[in-house]
């Protein structure tokens, strides 16, 4: 990783980490549905997962925008950074509201690749996207809070040595709000596997390692508790401006690599005895989905500057969200109709890219709840739900 936070030189190194990992691997991984394990190790080798952890733990301390770079070149490059990109954004909550101890305890370990925090348990089965209605709650006993409840679409939760867990400690009824009487823990499933935390993987569309979790009296020691009980609302919230541009960062690499693939193929597929690319109604698509990406692209730069100098991004780390999603989108169907028939085929990596890119539609936030927040928090507009 170099030294310096010159995001032009970690965009080369990425691509060229990247490059060792071309599309076999990745078509080979999404017919078993297995996890790119080695490509998950070369990137947290070369330091890349550890960029947003400050230098004093070990990592390189960069800001949001070199993160949102690294993201972006993986998508770019045809890679998948769902795999692992949770660690950038879910360690954020432990560096903001993690006490001094469990800073030290944790966070040079997460950095050096030693452990992994990438699992994420919020959403469950029957709450969906009203967070403040989970059912998972965390009970106060001695020096433990006991655990039981059920998280659904818990990605990465195998292949993580910690999990970040939204419980609730305040009954809903109970609570002076509907946000409050909710916690946040650090759950170290080395120890939780088999005693309390049962786990069963779902399969998708795609490939994405995701779960669900089943809690059962799991024992979660007191000191795992983050921050203050009751305030995890907001510490979840706090960092979903941060989620929501890193996503979007993929979703413009994943943009990128369609529109690049779509070019060159339109260039030298040859029909009618001539460049289908030469054809306006093949080239428009193209232009119309690069100028999408580009404009969907500077609303992401945008949300990363304001969000590194600390001021208030939610708009635009919304709107980054929702543009970059839509651009990538469209790009991905865009660079299926540009290759006609052979965009279906397996061994084009287009099929697999557009599986992939269709989920930032819905997660890890639906653009519904993104168009109600800009028309409720920035256009005034009555709240809809
Ligand atoms: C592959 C995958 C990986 C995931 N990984 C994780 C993870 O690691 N950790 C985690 O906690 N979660 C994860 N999620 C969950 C993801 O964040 C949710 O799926 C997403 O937030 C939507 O919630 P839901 O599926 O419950 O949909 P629901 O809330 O049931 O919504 C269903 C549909 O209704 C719409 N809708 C709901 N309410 C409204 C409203 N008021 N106005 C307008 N439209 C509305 C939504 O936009 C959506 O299209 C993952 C999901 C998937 C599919």
């Given at each position: 990783m170099p030294a310096a936070a010159d995001i032009p030189e970690i965009r080369q190194a990425v691509a060229a980490l990247c490059a060792r990992f071309p599309g076999e691997y990745w078509r080979a991984l999404d017919r078993e549905r297995t996890y790119p394990t080695e490509f998950v190790r070369a990137l947290t080798e070369a330091g890349f997962l550890a960029c947003l952890i400050p230098e004093e733990y070990g990592g390189s301390g960069l800001g949001l925008a070199a993160a949102a770079a690294i993201l972006e070149e993986v998508q770019k490059s045809g890679c998948n950074g769902a795999a692992c990109h949770a660690q950038m954004y879910i360690m954020g909550t432990l560096l903001r509201h993690g006490s001094a101890a469990q800073k030290a305890q944790w966070l040079p370990q997460i950095a050096s690749g030693a452990i992994r925090l990438q699992a994420f348990g919020v959403t469950e089965p029957t709450a969906g996207t009203d967070t403040t209605a989970i059912?998972?709650?965390?009970?106060?006993?001695?020096?433990?809070?006991?655990?039981?409840?059920?998280?659904?679409?818990?990605?990465?939760?195998?292949?993580?040595?910690?999990?970040?867990?939204?419980?609730?400690?305040?009954?809903?009824?109970?609570?002076?709000?509907?946000?409050?009487?909710?916690?946040?823990?650090?759950?170290?499933?080395?120890?939780?596997?088999?005693h309390g935390v049962t786990i069963r993987p779902i399969r998708t569309m795609m490939n994405h390692a995701t779960t669900e979790v089943f809690f059962d009296n799991l024992k979660v020691p007191a000191e795992n508790l983050i921050g203050e009980e009751g305030k995890g609302f907001?510490?979840?919230?706090?960092?979903?401006?941060?989620?929501?541009?890193?996503?979007?960062?993929?979703?413009?690499?994943?943009?990128?690599?369609?529109?690049?693939?779509?070019?060159?193929?339109?260039?030298?597929?040859?029909?009618?005895?001539?460049?289908?690319?030469?054809?306006?109604?093949?080239?428009?698509?193209?232009?119309?989905?690069?100028?999408?990406?580009?404009?969907?692209?500077?609303?992401?730069?945008?949300?990363?500057?304001?969000?590194?100098?600390?001021?208030?991004?939610?708009?635009?780390?919304?709107?980054?969200?929702?543009?970059?999603?839509?651009?990538?989108?469209?790009?991905?169907?865009?660079c299926i109709q540009t290759h006609g028939g052979f965009g279906f085929a397996e061994e084009y990596d287009i099929e697999r890219k557009f599986r992939e890119t269709r989920l930032y539609q819905v997660a890890p936030i639906s653009t519904n709840l993104i168009l109600a927040y800009l028309a409720e928090h920035v256009l005034g507009l009555p709240r809809s739900y």
């Open positions: 059912r998972t709650t965390a009970r106060r006993e001695g020096d433990a809070y006991i655990v039981n409840g059920q998280k659904v679409w818990t990605s990465r939760v195998e292949h993580s040595d910690l999990m970040l867990l939204l419980a609730r400690t305040t009954p809903r009824a109970e609570a002076t709000k509907r946000t409050e009487g909710l916690s946040v823990f650090l759950v170290d499933l080395r120890r939780a596997r088999g907001r510490y979840i919230l706090d960092g979903m401006n941060a989620e929501r541009i890193l996503i979007a960062a993929e979703c413009i690499g994943d943009a990128r690599w369609f529109i690049a693939k779509a070019t060159d193929y339109a260039k030298s597929r040859v029909v009618f005895g001539r460049p289908i690319g030469q054809n306006q109604g093949v080239q428009f698509p193209i232009a119309r989905a690069y100028a999408a990406s580009e404009a969907a692209a500077l609303m992401v730069e945008r949300a990363a500057e304001l969000y590194e100098r600390g001021q208030s991004c939610g708009k635009e780390a919304n709107m980054a969200k929702l543009l970059a999603a839509d651009a990538s989108w469209a790009a991905g169907d865009m």
